[in-house]
């Protein structure tokens, strides 16, 4: 590993070969993936449609350019048009892409308004990607600090406060966009109080803003819906997807409708790879197995599963401070910093999790686990938390 850029502390272990929710690795130990290479391989690992998929198209032809009509990728729009209530689509490679084509979206849009400098709301403990466009509208200092001056023009409020931007909206009046995760992410698996999504559409409507989700790590299913802000029963006027979207092939998507579906015009933004035969043949194998699989009621069925389980064993156990879930995006928050390494000792006992501020425990397992799977992640889990007391 000495010729890579230090840029992760990688855990001592190689996958060579992954079946479902399981891994293998160059020992030949078997792993239950309850991470999902970070809510990517939702389907699992080598999911037979996307691999079919991949190596069908893979056969034909990978990749031509966005100078030419690329009809899986026009076929791959109108589904997720579709699916998303969205009128246009810009296809990426990644989350952070997906972001900027959004930023660069607003700005715009600002522009053809009349507005000399428009600012684009976020929040605080917001992730949005590390890219320097993606990075200015994401909050966590450590992660931004070392690489400013950043882009300037963006508003933070807290998360999940409606009143925070109802002030904002009176001091301010350059706004063009908000730009929000429906459940925090990266910031810990934060659910917003219901009415949050619709609060934001009402202000956006009124001030003539851009509503926009990233729905990066929540979207293509993960929450037991294709994305999460249709369980709120409204509509963004952008959305940004990627992560799970082609299982593990890159692919990022910002999706737009309306006025902001018009904002991008011909020369005003592009990518090389975006969009291309490969990605676009895995994504539209995901989208088919969400549907004919039945995947998103399993997602809804499976998340409550989950959810009480972990109520159920870990009553009263006052390390932790709150399970929050929805669908499969679980997060276990402990009451205080943890003093052991979870994410190792799991790695022992054959596990794959993840630990957010060594104080969040969390699972995005593939929407293919079994419940016996599933519970026995719970197992493991609880007793990775219950040995911490000590
Ligand atoms: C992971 C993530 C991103 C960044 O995606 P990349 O593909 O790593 O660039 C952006 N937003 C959210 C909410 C994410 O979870």
Redesign the pocket.
Known sequence: MTALMQTYARLPVAFERGEGACLYDNQGRAYLDALSG??VCNLGHAHPAVTRAISEQANRLVHTSNLYRIPPQEALAEELCGLAGMDRVFFS???????EAAIKLARVYGHNNQVKMPGIVVTEE??????SG?LSATANPAIRSPFEPLLQGFYRIPYNDLAALENLADQQDDIVAVLV?PI???GGIIIPDEGYLSGIRSICDRQGWLMML?????GNGRTGHFFAYQSEGILPDVV?T??GLGNGM?I?ATLARGKAAEALSSGSHGSTFGGNFLACAAARAVIRSIQTEGLLARVRELGQLVQNAFTERLKGVNQVKAIRSRGLMIGIELARPTTTDLVAAALQRGLLINVIRNQTIRLLPPFVISNEQALKMVDVVTSLIKEEKA
Request: proline share 3%; glycine share 14%.
């Open positions: 970070i809510s490679n990644s989350g952070a892409e997906a972001n917001a992730f949005h990607g590390r890219t993606a995760e925090l992410g990266e990233d729905e990066v790590q929540t940004t990627a992560k890159p990022g």
